[in-house]
């Protein structure tokens, strides 16, 4: 409903580009993340670092996070004045003192393509005071979600303020994951004005802009707030007639902000877990082969959180953990061909069925067929012959588990529910303790909490085996 009254409005956004031209090339489009407030504070996305990486990529058209209504009379004001007064504008550094002023020395257009109006700020404001009340279990969840977005990216990537940071899919990931709780919980209640419903709304605008320019070959900057950014890039990945770029090819080469965190890509977190692998640890006994761990063994801990940390970092992990199946290190091996197994639609499939073939460890093997399964391409793969090769019983079940797969990748639910596993949590379990509460879904899909079983009935839980 919200997006169908949207669309009717669609003609008040400002574009005075003409429609498809006879060029027919794809727009290059790039997502560039605000933090609003935070570009006033000295560091690696100051000000003057902001224009410097929008005068590198040197767009065409901006489309902003401006509301349609408000972009004229602030640029008659910037035009008469210099200075930008108009109550919505002057709240974002990264236009008074970014973009407006770079009209200067760059041709682009600026595009408005915010959905956001003061009434509906007036009444997500006043409806969340009302929840405050009538939901406060559901709202102090919330609040705790989006106040971990920061603490995680801190303690995995980097500084929240590094561009560096803020324009990586792991980035992204905790994003959506912090603000799940919001969307869930509160996002019909408010309305226009709630997170799927503003993204939605913010999005059809940027739609309709891309389609006045579709064919032209211009080079597309979205300037938008940096929590919204994953929306739009999910969004945008399923247009044919853009290409998304990443904002991290306009970066300096290194952050120039003391003290800046930098994120640690596949190769590194790789380097670090085989330095700190204990290789007596391994269990030896366990049916012949060498990949389950002692129980009461610590590593598995850190094993999990790279493993995590991998994933989150997307396809630009997929390089460096291919190049790890032919790591020296077999446990290096069986843990990018575990990573490889929730990234496999982008993966090698040649590279992944040499391991499942001949890598003298099982657990490798095993993962390198869950990835082969998982990447939506296992019709290709001889599974009867592979399996007439294969002696571990655990192996040659999955072989079975991914010949059933046929061509279904990896859900992204499943990827979710790692991105989302807080490694806070890792040692929250104390045997003696009350168990922390944890929430999951009935087969139903309701939610079920152990809380609610507190003093009522014992409740077991029952895993089947695993690795880490």
């Given at each position: ?10 003609t008040?956004?400002t ?18 993340g605000m933090i ?5 504070s000295a560091?690696?996305?100051?000000i ?5 990486i929008?005068?590198?990529?040197k ?5 902003t ?5 408000r972009?004229?009379?602030?640029t ?24 407006f ?13 915010a959905a956001?109006?003061t ?13 405050k ?7 102090r ?9 920061s603490?995680?990216v801190e303690?995995?990537l980097?500084?929240?303020?590094d ?5 990586t ?5 905790f ?6 709780p ?5 996002n ?5 004005g ?22 032209q070959?211009k ?23 853009v ?16 003290g ?11 380097t670090e877990?085989?330095?700190s692998w ?26 999990m ?30 843990l ?14 040649d ?24 990447s ?17 019983r ?8 991914a010949m ?6 990896i ?7 790692l ?17 922390p ?9 309701e939610p ?11 409740v077991v839980?029952?895993?089947i085996?695993?690795?880490?």
């Amino acid at each position: 409903m919200v997006i169908r009254k949207l669309l009717t409005t669609l003609t008040a956004v400002t574009l005075t580009l003409s429609a498809a031209a006879s060029v027919d090339e794809p727009n290059d489009v790039i997502v560039m993340g605000m933090i609003h407030s935070g570009h006033r504070s000295a560091g690696p996305y100051d000000i003057a670092h902001l224009k410097d990486i929008i005068r590198r990529v040197k767009p065409d058209v901006v489309l902003t996070e401006i509301p349609p209504d408000r972009l004229q009379t602030a640029t008659q004001q910037f035009h008469e004045t210099g200075k930008i007064t108009e109550s919505r504008v002057r709240v974002f550094p990264e236009y008074t003192d970014a973009l407006f002023p770079l009209t200067k020395e760059l041709e682009f257009q600026i595009v408005a393509c915010a959905a956001w109006t003061t009434e509906m700020n007036d009444s997500r404001r006043a409806t969340m005071a009302q929840l405050k009340t009538t939901h406060a279990k559901q709202y102090r969840e919330m609040e705790l979600a989006q106040r971990n977005v920061s603490t995680q990216v801190e303690s995995t990537l980097g500084s929240y303020r590094d561009p560096r940071v803020i324009h990586t899919d792991a980035y992204d990931a905790f994003v959506k994951v912090g603000m799940e709780p919001y969307d869930r919980y509160f996002n019909e209640a408010i309305g226009a004005g709630g997170w799927s419903n503003i993204n939605a709304a913010h999005y059809a605008h940027i739609a309709y802009a891309l389609d006045r320019l579709k064919g032209q070959g211009k080079r597309v900057l979205i300037t938008f707030g940096s929590w919204h950014k994953y929306y739009i890039k999910e969004q945008l990945r399923q247009r044919d007639d853009v290409r998304l770029v990443s904002l991290t090819k306009f970066l300096p080469e290194e952050s120039t902000a003391a003290g800046t965190g930098k994120s640690k890509d596949a190769q590194t977190l790789l380097t670090e877990f085989a330095d700190s692998w204990d290789e007596a640890n391994w269990e030896k006994n366990f049916r012949g082969v060498l990949y389950m761990r002692k129980t009461g063994a610590g590593q598995w801990q850190q094993r999990m959180t790279t493993l995590r940390s991998l994933v989150l970092l997307g396809d630009d992990a997929v390089p460096a953990l291919t190049d790890a199946l032919n790591s020296p290190h077999s446990p290096t091996r069986v843990l990018a061909a575990q990573a490889l197994s929730y990234l496999g639609p982008q993966a090698s499939i040649d590279r992944l069925l040499s391991t499942a073939k001949n890598d003298t460890t099982a657990a490798a093997r095993l993962y390198a067929v869950d990835a082969i399964g998982t990447s939506g391409k296992a019709p290709s793969v001889d599974w009867k012959a592979l399996a007439g090769t294969e002696r571990n019983r655990d192996v040659r079940k999955h072989i079975s588990y991914a010949m059933q797969r046929e061509d279904n990748a990896i859900s992204e639910q499943v990827i979710d529910a790692l991105k989302q596993w807080d490694p806070a949590t890792i040692n929250s379990a104390k045997v003696g303790s009350p168990a922390p509460d944890f929430q999951l879904k009935t087969i139903d899909g309701e939610p079920i909490s152990l809380s609610d079983y507190r003093g009522k009935q014992p409740v077991v839980l029952v895993f089947i085996y695993g690795d880490t």
